[in-house]
């Protein structure tokens, strides 16, 4: 079968590189991809929000399933797109319709549908412009640190965790008054500060059935010792050491099978992956965010372990029979250490020649921020690479993936050293 697959990220590389290697593919097309996804298929220049442009390709291109990597798609709703025209039904959608997407291009409603459905996770209150007051009141009532997030979708960057009343209300004030994250902040969740260790479960469903896969935690610091400025990740490993089968029982019963029972009971429609964002709290979870795709750089550690094929995993989904689709995961650990732009993720340039990267033998290197020109490989983004050990345990992929890294040359390359060795 003939597949698209939407985005240019580190994700959607390691999507080509899972999805190709399907007996099931006839062929594989990524939209717009990069540099590095041109080794699995075909790069078609397309934006991810051009919903006529990507549905007259799959049509003159016979695509069956298309796998929606990154969230705005989703959430300006391209499943629904397909759905309300006759000649694009028969293309599966692996994502969420947008009422489904809601579940993470708003928070608001992604706490709301927690609390209705009793799926653990912190204590909120949402304001907005005609209740500021009483929002600034409310702070007063709360225990420090104090969370606060833009309900909408803000690049990663709508959340913050301040440390004194005084600059909470500031803050407040400057995401609802002032736009500090423009319609994103028009509501403001006050969440209840959760203290423990984050981690990420995945979960694929047909909207009936689904398969929980590997968890992952990622490491969203730009320094050394997770010091410094967010970013949208420096490196991931899978699986988490401290997620014993214990605990990731408590996650299914008490949140993945609360989350797709929940959906099925508002009427929300939802093919695709949940990406849960967790809270290790004393070894209970609790539920920090929906995200409603696969994340980045935990894709690139998740989908190395998945022995199964995963195009036949997607068309379980497509035929709402995932559960009679076999699934299996290796024992082995993957790790990946994202290599960024010199000044990321502030200013960076653009443009560098990237070399050495045919030495590296024993790690997958993903290609995120990059484009081909002519014979080079140039630099296009913040984070560039992410490269990707899978070995017998934790310290030997950490080693392996930390040292090819290195073996990867352009000017003003960084990435950090010490990802994965807080967990050993």
């Given at each position: 079968?003939?597949?698209?697959?939407?985005?240019?990220?580190?994700?959607?590389?390691?999507?080509?590189?899972?999805?190709?290697?399907?007996?099931?593919?006839?062929?594989?097309?990524?939209?717009?991809?990069?540099?590095?996804?041109?080794?699995?298929?075909?790069?078609?220049?397309?934006?991810?929000?051009?919903?006529?442009?990507?549905?007259?390709?799959?049509?003159?291109?016979?695509?069956?399933?298309?796998?929606?990597?990154?969230?705005?798609?989703?959430?300006k709703?391209?499943?629904?797109f397909?759905l309300?025209r006759?000649?694009?039904?028969?293309?599966?959608?692996?994502?969420?319709?947008?009422?489904?997407?809601?579940?993470?291009?708003?928070?608001?409603?992604?706490?709301?549908?927690?609390?209705?459905?009793?799926?653990?996770t912190?204590?909120?209150?949402?304001?907005?412009?005609?209740?500021?007051?009483?929002?600034?009141?409310?702070?007063?009532?709360?225990?420090?640190?104090?969370?606060?997030?833009?309900?909408?979708?803000?690049?990663?960057?709508?959340?913050?965790?301040?440390?004194?009343?005084?600059?909470?209300?500031?803050?407040?004030?400057?995401?609802?008054?002032?736009?500090?994250?423009?319609?994103?902040?028009?509501?403001?969740?006050?969440?209840?500060?959760?203290?423990?260790?984050?981690?990420s479960?995945?979960?694929?469903?047909?909207?009936?059935?689904?398969?929980v896969?590997?968890?992952?935690?990622?490491?969203?610091?730009?320094?050394?010792?997770?010091?410094?400025?967010?970013?949208?990740?420096?490196?991931?490993?899978?699986?988490?050491?401290f997620?014993?089968?214990?605990?990731?029982?408590?996650?299914?019963?008490?949140?993945?099978?609360?989350?797709?029972?929940?959906?099925?009971?508002?009427?929300?429609?939802?093919?695709?992956?949940?990406?849960?964002?967790?809270?290790?709290?004393?070894?209970?979870?609790?539920?920090?965010?929906?995200?409603?795709?696969?994340?980045?750089?935990?894709?690139?550690?998740?989908?190395?372990?998945?022995?199964?094929?995963?195009?036949?995993?997607?068309?379980?989904?497509?035929?709402?029979?995932?559960?009679?689709?076999?699934?299996?995961?290796?024992?082995?650990?993957a790790?990946?250490?994202?290599?960024?732009?010199?000044?990321?993720?502030?200013?960076?340039?653009?443009?560098?020649?990237?070399?050495?990267?045919?030495?590296?033998?024993?790690?997958?290197?993903?290609?995120?921020?990059?484009?081909?020109?002519?014979i080079?490989?140039?630099?296009?983004?913040?984070?560039?690479?992410?490269?990707?050990?899978?070995?017998?345990?934790?310290?030997?992929?950490?080693?392996?993936?930390?040292?090819?890294?290195?073996?990867?040359?352009?000017?003003?390359?960084?990435?950090?050293?010490?990802?994965?060795f807080?967990?050993?």
């Amino acid at each position: 079968m003939n597949i698209l697959i939407i985005g240019s990220g580190g994700r959607e590389s390691a999507f080509a590189y899972k999805i190709s290697q399907s007996p099931k593919l006839s062929k594989l097309y990524i939209a717009p991809g990069n540099a590095g996804t041109e080794q699995y298929g075909e790069n078609v220049a397309l934006k991810v929000t051009d919903f006529e442009g990507i549905a007259d390709f799959a049509l003159k291109n016979n695509v069956e399933i298309i796998v929606v990597g990154p969230e705005e798609p989703l959430v300006k709703g391209i499943h629904d797109f397909f759905l309300s025209r006759e000649d694009l039904k028969g293309i599966a959608v692996i994502g969420p319709q947008q009422e489904g997407a809601q579940l993470e291009g708003s928070k608001d409603f992604s706490k709301e549908f927690m609390i209705r459905h009793d799926i653990p996770t912190a204590a909120f209150k949402s304001f907005n412009k005609s209740n500021l007051e009483e929002g600034l009141a409310y702070l007063d009532t709360q225990n420090l640190p104090i969370v606060l997030k833009a309900d909408g979708l803000a690049q990663g960057k709508g959340v913050l965790i301040l440390e004194s009343y005084d600059e909470a209300k500031a803050e407040l004030k400057a995401m609802i008054s002032d736009s500090k994250f423009g319609a994103a902040s028009d509501v403001v969740v006050v969440e209840e500060f959760l203290k423990g260790i984050e981690l990420s479960v995945f979960v694929l469903t047909d909207g009936e059935n689904y398969k929980v896969l590997p968890s992952a935690k990622d490491y969203k610091r730009i320094g050394e010792g997770d010091t410094g400025l967010n970013t949208g990740g420096m490196g991931s490993v899978s699986p988490v050491p401290f997620a014993d089968q214990a605990f990731l029982d408590k996650v299914e019963s008490r949140i993945i099978k609360p989350t797709v029972d929940g959906l099925k009971k508002d009427g929300i429609p939802y093919k695709g992956f949940i990406f849960i964002g967790l809270m290790n709290v004393g070894g209970d979870p609790y539920v920090i965010e929906y995200n409603v795709r696969m994340g980045d750089p935990e894709t690139e550690s998740v989908l190395v372990r998945i022995e199964s094929d995963l195009v036949d995993l997607l068309e379980g989904v497509a035929k709402v029979d995932l559960d009679k689709r076999s699934y299996t995961v290796t024992d082995k650990t993957a790790a990946t250490v994202v290599i960024v732009s010199g000044g990321y993720p502030g200013n960076y340039e653009t443009g560098k020649v990237i070399s050495n990267m045919e030495n590296v033998k024993e790690s997958i290197v993903f290609h995120a921020g990059t484009k081909q020109d002519g014979i080079n490989v140039l630099t296009a983004g913040g984070r560039v690479l992410a490269v990707t050990a899978l070995e017998d345990d934790l310290f030997s992929a950490l080693q392996q993936a930390t040292a090819d890294a290195g073996r990867i040359f352009f000017e003003g390359k960084y990435f950090r050293t010490d990802i994965g060795f807080d967990l050993i």
